[in-house]
């Protein structure tokens, strides 16, 4: 870890924002699309598919001087539950920690019940995180239970 | 309880719960007063449910309050393609209280959450019908003299049926045993077998009735319909077994007594409705001295 890291980028470094690193590689545009990154103005930089030791093939995302609260950044932990936050600030990293899935999810996720009030009105979806591990969601309105096996992101 | 919407049976808390319960008792010793001669109850239903309906307008005419509304959404502006939220926002204007019955599950929270006014669920769905729940409680409250302790015999689809979902869940809060009889493909949801586990209830399953029948002090039937099955040879083999008869009921506890949210096709036989322990028919009159109660309390009357 000693030698400058920028030569080792297959993605440059960016001086000051924040790494989203091990985004499952299949989830990378999720990410985008959750942290409403598509109208944002600043650099970033996108690799897909690079080789992981941990998970064979990853996805990154570099934000220039762009800075998550907490909430914010936890959103992507159903689309990507493993990926980690590195904070960057003057090209080193300030911060580094894991997301955590969040206790409530709000407009992230479809609900899984086809006679759900929110799939026919105009209603952003809520719900309410009852088991972590398992990734169960139940929704604030139907009630039913959307699981890992058949959810869908919006 | 003031002003306060409900949407699901645990909306409520305990002492809500028996609130309603005991001032239901009141209305049912003397159902007419003209407490809410000053308010307006709209009852939106976008699904035809002529008795919950009734019941509901039952109530609030006892009360003395003035009832208006739809009684399906062919008649409502629904038709024209309005949104649930523009409709409820439209009546929270012309009334202090909205019943709202809808096909779609959830969609009284969402209502609950758009108003300006109580919101009480008439049925959403397949979710929720917390007003049957509550009669059902009245019901074997009055019946058994207490709800701590009972042994509850839930017997027919408890796999679709909300109102054994909903009863199963307020049982939780009074230390039931649990006696589940379906067929297989109509088992309890783990969902609502959760809150059993929850608070280390006891339960047992079975698919034949016979030994189920003894131990209850309540008995719940629901019915079994055809359309629940994916194979009709399924429903062939099964829909005979699920009836209870005259016949049966001869080894059971002296204050046993059977509940049906109604309506019924042929799930308890008609030989039984004029033995002692038949009760459906009373408790389907229990619902407007329920709601009378529950009425009165979010109104703050």
């Known amino acids: ?154 | 309880m003031k002003n306060k919407s409900l949407i699901s049976i645990n909306d409520f808390s305990r002492e809500e719960t028996m609130q309603v319960l005991d001032r239901a008792m009141e209305f049912e010793k003397m159902p007419t007063r003209k407490i809410l001669e000053n308010f307006v109850v709209a009852t939106l239903f976008f699904e035809p449910s002529t008795r919950t309906r009734l019941s509901f307008e039952s109530a609030v005419n006892r009360l003395g309050g003035k009832v208006i509304g739809f009684t399906d959404s062919a008649s409502s502006s629904v038709k024209k393609g309005e949104s649930l939220k523009d409709t409820i926002k439209t009546v929270c204007n012309y009334s202090d209280l909205i019943v709202m019955r809808h096909p779609r599950e959830g969609s009284a929270r969402f209502a609950s959450e758009v108003a300006s006014v109580p919101v009480i669920n008439a049925g959403d769905g397949a979710n929720q019908h917390p007003t049957q729940c509550l009669l059902d409680l009245y019901s074997i409250r009055k019946t058994q003299q207490r709800l701590d302790n009972l042994h509850i015999t839930f017997i027919g689809d408890l796999k679709y049926g909300r109102t054994v979902h909903s009863l199963v869940i307020a049982m939780c809060n009074f230390n039931t045993t649990f006696h589940l009889v379906s067929p297989v493909e109509l088992k309890l949801p783990s969902s609502v077998k959760m809150h059993i586990k929850e608070k280390n209830l006891e339960y047992h399953q079975y698919t034949e009735m016979t030994d189920a029948v003894p131990k209850a002090d309540i008995i719940y039937m629901t019915r079994i319909q055809k359309e629940r099955f994916s194979d009709p040879m399924e429903y062939e083999k099964v829909k005979n077994s699920y009836i209870l008869s005259r016949n049966m009921l001869s080894d059971i506890k002296p204050n046993m007594r059977v509940l049906h949210p109604l309506p019924r096709v042929n799930e308890i036989s008609e030989d039984v409705d004029d033995m002692p322990q038949a009760y459906y028919f009373e408790q389907a009159l229990n619902g407007v001295y329920v709601r009378q109660a529950l009425l009165a309390g979010i109104l703050g009357v």
């Open chain 1, 1 to 154: 870890m000693n030698k400058d890291p920028r030569k080792e980028l297959k993605v440059s470094a960016i001086e000051n924002g924040t790494v989203i690193d091990h985004i499952p590689a299949h989830s990378i545009f999720q990410v985008v699309r959750i942290l409403n990154l598509e109208k944002y103005e600043s650099q970033i930089l996108i690799g897909m598919n690079l080789d992981s030791h941990k998970y064979g093939k990853k996805g990154i995302l570099k934000i220039s001087n762009k800075f998550f609260r907490n909430e914010e950044i936890n959103k992507i932990a159903l689309a990507a539950p493993t990926a980690t936050m590195i904070v960057i600030r003057d090209f080193q990293i300030v911060e580094k920690r894991n997301v955590e899935i969040p206790g409530e999810v709000i407009r992230i996720v479809k609900c899984f019940n086809p006679n759900c009030i929110t799939n026919h009105e105009n209603i952003i979806t809520r719900f309410r995180v009852i088991d972590k591990q398992e990734l169960k969601l139940q929704c604030a309105y139907c009630e039913k239970i959307t699981a890992k096996n058949n959810m869908v992101f919006i």
